[in-house]
T-cell receptor, first 113, second 112 residues
Framework: DTGVSQDPRHKITKRGQNVTFRCDPI?????LYWYRQTLGQGPEFLTY????????KSRLLSDRFSAERPKGSFSTLEIQRTEQGDSAMYLC???????????FGSGTRLTVV | QQQVKQSPQSLIVQKGGISIINCAYE??????FPWYQQFPGKGPALLIA?????SEKKEGRFTISFNKSAKQFSLHIMDSQPGDSATYFC???????????FGTGTRLKVLA
């Protein structure tokens, strides 16, 4: 068990470009979550998956954001046409279905210039 | 709408002292209240959690006190150490959602 892995750790992109982040959850965890954390704030829920099904999406997840979890394993979060307001830490977490406790990854810090 | 209010925003404690962080929630449907610890450049790590059927839970130097009627809960760190210096987040969740609402965080600094 190597924990939740996120890649890349840092991403700097120009406004208007598309970016994609990857999350590899703990192997036996069937729930996967994406959160966004801006400086000085707590994480804000974006979306979660149970296996490959995306069960809930926050209204924070605009049409420019899309998340997938093919085959219920790793997940990707794509942001299209990035804006400066998208600059944040994007956190992935996973958990067992019957458990409340999450395990977070170290996050991907996105900077849009 | 912020549903979990956390205070203080920052806290400085001497080594060996007690650190106390407070949170208040609005939604009475919440039934799980975790505390997370976050170091710079890292993701939050689960520290301790409580459900509303108990008023206190202790794990080592960390204790959660829960007041259901007041809709408040707090984290107490006994014998605070410099290694406890981090940002602490309270959160709340309700059964069936597994979605957390986080507080805004408390930056704790323990002086050696």
């Amino acid at each position: 068990d190597t924990g939740v892995s996120q890649d890349p750790r840092h991403k700097i992109t120009k406004r208007g470009q598309n970016v994609t982040f990857r999350c590899d959850p703990i192997s036996e965890h069937n729930r996967l979550y994406w959160y966004r954390q801006t400086l000085g704030q707590g994480p804000e829920f974006l979306t979660y998956f149970q296996n490959e099904a995306q069960l809930e999406k926050s209204r924070l997840l605009s049409d420019r954001f899309s998340a997938e979890r093919p085959k219920g394993s790793f997940s990707t979060l794509e942001i299209q046409r990035t804006e400066q307001g998208d600059s944040a830490m994007y956190l992935c977490a996973s958990s067992l279905e019957a458990a409340y406790g999450y395990t977070f990854g170290s996050g991907t810090r996105l900077t849009v210039v | 709408q912020q549903q979990v209010k956390q205070s203080p925003q920052s806290l400085i404690v001497q080594k060996g002292g007690i650190s106390i962080i407070n949170c208040a929630y609005e939604n009475t449907a919440f039934d799980y209240f975790p505390w997370y610890q976050q170091f710079p450049g890292k993701g939050p790590a689960l520290l301790i959690a409580i459900r509303p059927d108990v008023s206190e839970k202790k794990e080592g130097r960390f204790t959660i006190s829960f007041n259901k009627s007041a809709k408040q809960f707090s984290l107490h760190i006994m014998d605070s150490q410099p290694g406890d210096s981090a940002t602490y987040f309270c959160a709340a969740s309700k059964e069936g959602t597994y979605k957390y609402i986080f507080g805004t965080g408390t930056r704790l600094k323990v002086l050696a």
